[in-house]
């Protein structure tokens, strides 16, 4: 007979051998594979539970981050008017407090001598870098390089600073700036061989090299107090509208020119010329001011307003051939070409437009006097002058209102032909009081007139008015602020018992229905650090030196409780110390978002703890795999065995028969 080898199995003899061998694989297996696969079972257990601890942690550094210096020290400003009368003005101004740059934190800023362009500097020399009370970080140079390899060297060596480079008459300057703001981030720069000029110690009576263009400044907040404003007058763009254009006019010919302020002058160079073409080229310069088109029905109007507000922000326009009808003058006035002091005008007609209306001018004499009697006599809504000059004189219309203007003559008096752009608003600063102080403002955002507080203005205020604005601490800001702070651990903390829960059996012999993390040491000295923080005290909080002085406190079950009339209580005696000891620079709240950022960073336990699972997961998966190639080449082994044996017995069991056979056929004789 033939016979079968590996996993294929043969029938030939008495024994099942697939069977046979599925049984052994089956009893050899169970126990190392059960073992392996329990294992595996586990970690990836533990990998899900440090996830959602993770994502627990991660929600809980996002509440703490939430919560800043302010949170804890914010100010209400209060806005009232005990004016008297009917027609008090309502909400003329709200007020944003410590939103004023000036109660910003700044950082140091340094300046070195000028060095000559090309300056080299040699391949080895170092910049010692000190931030405060860090560590110094030294930058030394590993080629020789100029005052931009320097700059380059400092930026990619991480020393908390930010290295730039300007320019002057007395050559490159290097300037480095502190990455952190306030006194406490002040900079000591040491420098040796060809970088010996760059250095800097004030604590030295010669501080180096490098002189201070900017001192470091710690964050403040607005003085709280009574301030008594009334607004006179609101901060204006200008804005100014053509005569009407006729649709289909085209600009062909002459200059277009735009002024800002003291801007410099853009020309208009527009793709088209078509009134959308001016339209889309002024928008397209840097002219300070925006285009568009307005339509009245039946003629069109380009409309320019100034992007700035303010009365340094006026608007002139020049224009010459078709453009001419752009004309604009900061004083709103139109005037007309220079004409020859004395000329005189007999031969033609005169006709002026102010807005939609058109007006005859017929004067009585030929000079230029008597046209502008004539127009001063019209009632048009416009007065009319002459403004003389080296023997030139020109005339000046001056509209009454906001209409356009355009005077149009023939023959003679076709030298007078002017027009203008009407003015829609005037270029105006706001102007207020504020305790009788005048104060103006290019916009209507007043960001310095009161540290750290900036005014919103959006109407004018009366005499009737009596308009103050209160700034007071706002302890129901603590409160809410508080509430968050608590709200924000007891939902981590809930979090993590149940991750951590453990519930004994009530039935004899079964086991404890334990929650993944019920005997991870490192999850319990993650709350054990969290609590330490919430349990520590300060010795300069300025009265509070502890949160449980202030109604916080830990209940039986870990999770915080907050006693609001402790609370209130405490911020209206010590409102400083209160917010020092949440947010102060060693306040509970940055030393929780620090132990939190190190918690959850790259190398922090959560990280280490979820990688080593990991790796042990993986190790696991590579036993399994090793333990079931065993399996197969034992499968193998077996199967080939009980195929020999299975012939061996077949054999025998023929050998059997025949003998039988052959004894039968003897004892028949």
């Known amino acids: 007979m033939a016979s ?73 400003p209060t806005v009232s008017n005990a004016g008297s009368g009917t027609n008090l003005t309502t909400d003329p101004f709200t007020a944003d407090v410590n939103t004023d740059e000036t109660t910003k934190a700044l950082a140091q800023k340094l300046k070195s001598i000028g060095f000559t362009p090309g300056n080299t500097f040699q391949a080895g020399d170092t910049i010692a870098i000190k931030v405060g009370t860090e560590q110094p970080k030294f930058i030394t140079l590993k080629a020789n390089a100029t005052l931009a390899g320097v700059r380059d060297a400092i930026n990619a060596g991480k020393a908390d600073v930010t290295a730039s480079i300007v320019t002057d008459a007395s050559g ?67 804005k100014v509208t053509s005569a009407p254009i006729s649709p289909g006019m085209t600009f062909e010919s002459g200059v277009l020119a735009i ?164 003015q829609l608003s005037k270029a105006q600063d706001a102007k207020l009081t504020i305790d009788g102080v005048t104060v103006t403002s290019a916009t209507n955002k007043v960001s310095d007139a009161i540290s750290g507080v900036t005014l919103n203005l959006t109407k004018v205020t009366t005499a009737a008015d009596n308009f103050s604005l209160t700034i007071a601490n706002d302890t129901s800001g603590v409160a809410t602020a508080a509430n968050t702070f608590v709200s924000a651990y007891n939902t981590l903390a809930k979090a993590i018992a149940s991750l951590t829960k453990q519930t004994p059996s009530t039935t004899k ?30 010795s300069d909080a300025g009265g509070a030196t502890s949160l449980s002085q202030i109604g916080i406190s830990f209940q039986k079950d870990g999770t915080l409780a907050l006693d609001a009339t402790k609370l209130n209580n405490a911020t209206t005696k010590n409102f400083e110390g209160v917010a020092k000891l949440f947010g102060g620079t060693d306040g509970v709240v940055p030393k929780l978002q620090k132990l939190m950022d190190t918690m959850l960073g790259d190398k922090g336990v959560l990280a280490d703890k979820t990688k080593g699972l990991q790796d042990s997961l993986k190790n696991n998966t590579d036993l399994q795999t090793a333990a079931n190639a065993r399996l197969v080449n034992l499968k193998d082994a077996y199967t080939n065995q009980f195929n020999r044996l299975n012939i061996t017995l077949a054999t025998m069991q023929s050998r059997q028969s025949y003998l039988t056979q052959q004894l039968a056929k003897l004892s028949g004789k």
Not at 261 to 281: E, M, Q
Not at 286 to 311: F, P, R, Y
């Open 509 to 538: 012999g079964q086991a404890n229905t334990n929650s993944p993390l019920a005997s991870e040491s490192s999850v319990k000295n993650i709350m054990t650090q969290l609590r330490g923080v919430l349990m520590s005290s300060m």
């Open 4 to 76: 079968s080898t590996g996993t294929i199995t043969t029938s030939a003899g008495p024994l099942d051998v697939a069977t046979l061998v599925d049984k052994l694989i089956a009893a050899e297996g169970k126990q190392r594979l059960t073992s392996l696969a329990n294992k595996a079972s586990s970690f990836n257990a533990l990998i899900s539970a440090y996830g959602n601890l993770k994502g627990a942690m991660t929600t809980y550094q996002s509440a703490l981050k939430g919560l800043n210096v302010a949170s804890f020290s914010a100010q209400k």
């Open 172 to 238: 490159d300057h290097l300037v480095l700036e502190s990455n952190k703001g306030g006194t406490a981030n002040t900079l000591k720069i040491t420098g040796n061989g060809s970088l010996a000029d760059i250095r800097y110690d004030a604590s030295s009576n010669a501080p180096g090299g490098m002189t201070q263009v900017q001192a470091p400044r710690d964050a403040t907040k607005a003085a709280s107090g009574k301030y008594s404003i009334a607004v006179s007058q609101l901060a204006q763009s200008h």
């Open 259 to 422: 002024k800002t302020g003291n801007g410099s002058t853009a020309l208009i160079h527009p793709k088209s010329n078509t009134l959308a073409g001016v339209r889309d080229a002024i928008n397209a310069s840097d002219a300070g001011v925006t285009a568009a088109i307005v339509s009245d029905g039946a003629n069109n109007h380009l409309v320019l307003t100034t992007k700035d507000s303010g009365a340094a922000n006026s608007l002139r326009v020049s224009g010459t051939g078709n453009f001419a009808v752009f004309n604009f003058d900061p004083s709103g006035t139109v005037m007309s070409p220079n004409v020859p002091t004395g000329q005189t005008f007999s031969a033609g007609s005169l006709s002026l437009q102010v807005g939609a209306k058109t007006f005859a001018i017929n004067p009585a004499g030929t000079a230029l006097s008597d046209v502008v009697q004539a127009i001063n006599g019209a009632a048009a809504g416009v007065t009319a002058s002459i403004t003389s000059a080296n023997g030139q004189d020109r005339l000046v219309l001056t509209p009454a209102g906001s209409d356009t203007v355009a005077l149009t003559g023939s023959s003679d008096y076709a030298a007078l032909s002017a027009s203008g752009m009407g």
